[in-house]
């Protein structure tokens, strides 16, 4: 498991904020949903524009997104037009269990976890560990005071809990519902959770 380097005690230490997109009907109806690139629901593109009180627009010096709608249409209706798009932040690749349920899923493997079996055509916690690690080097990397990021469930339930240096498959420990806000940040030089699926 790759781990991550403590900062310095002098070293800037950046706080980070998380937003997962606002309802699709796939969210609604309990479908993973990772490549499938749906709209917001009517709900979902009220509830991300009401995170546009809770996110100050000036105060971020990096603005991240997921290549898809959902997460773009989140950030543009919270107030940030223009996110860099970075492909990391894409959705968990759920493979052959697209746009199926749990429940559905469990009929014919009982005992799975995305958490721990990934999904089959699709990524294992370890691909998704990956590309998470690179995603907070670059947060940890940035010079700015706060950076802002827009993507999904499960992908960020992943940032969670890599952050504190935990394995991929502690995320599911971690609930996160749509248009939620978190916040990353340290515990003097030690990562630390600030807050988590506030709505």
């Given at each position: 498991?790759?781990?991550?380097?403590?900062?310095?005690?002098?070293?800037?230490?950046?706080?980070?904020?998380?937003?997962?997109?606002?309802?699709?009907?796939?969210?609604?109806?309990?479908?993973?949903?990772?490549?499938?690139d749906l709209p917001l629901t009517p709900e979902g593109e009220r509830a991300a524009r009401s995170l546009a009180a809770k996110l100050d627009g000036g105060s971020f010096g990096l603005v991240l997104s997921s290549p898809l709608q959902r997460a773009r249409t989140t950030a543009v209706l919270a107030g940030f037009p223009d996110p860099e798009i970075d492909d990391d932040l894409r959705e968990w690749d759920y493979g052959d269990y697209e746009g199926i349920t749990t429940p559905e899923i469990r009929e014919t493997d009982p005992d799975w976890s995305l958490w721990t079996d990934g999904s089959p055509g699709g990524e294992s916690p370890k691909d998704v560990e990956t590309r998470v690690d690179r995603?907070?080097?670059?947060?940890?990397?940035?010079?700015?005071?706060?950076?802002?990021?827009?993507?999904?469930?499960?992908?960020?339930?992943?940032?969670?809990?890599?952050?504190?240096?935990?394995?991929?498959?502690?995320g599911g420990r971690l609930r996160l519902d749509t248009a939620t806000v978190s916040i990353l940040g340290w515990e003097r030089e030690t990562p630390a959770i600030d807050r988590w699926n506030a709505p």
């Open positions: 498991m790759a781990t991550f380097r403590q900062p310095d005690r002098q070293a800037h230490r950046p706080e980070i904020w998380l937003v997962r997109h606002g309802q699709t009907e796939w969210s609604r109806d309990g479908k993973h949903t990772s490549s499938t995603v907070i080097a670059r947060l940890r990397a940035f010079d700015g005071e706060r950076a802002l990021v827009f993507a999904h469930g499960h992908i960020l339930r992943v940032v969670g809990a890599r952050w504190v240096g935990l394995p991929a498959a502690d």
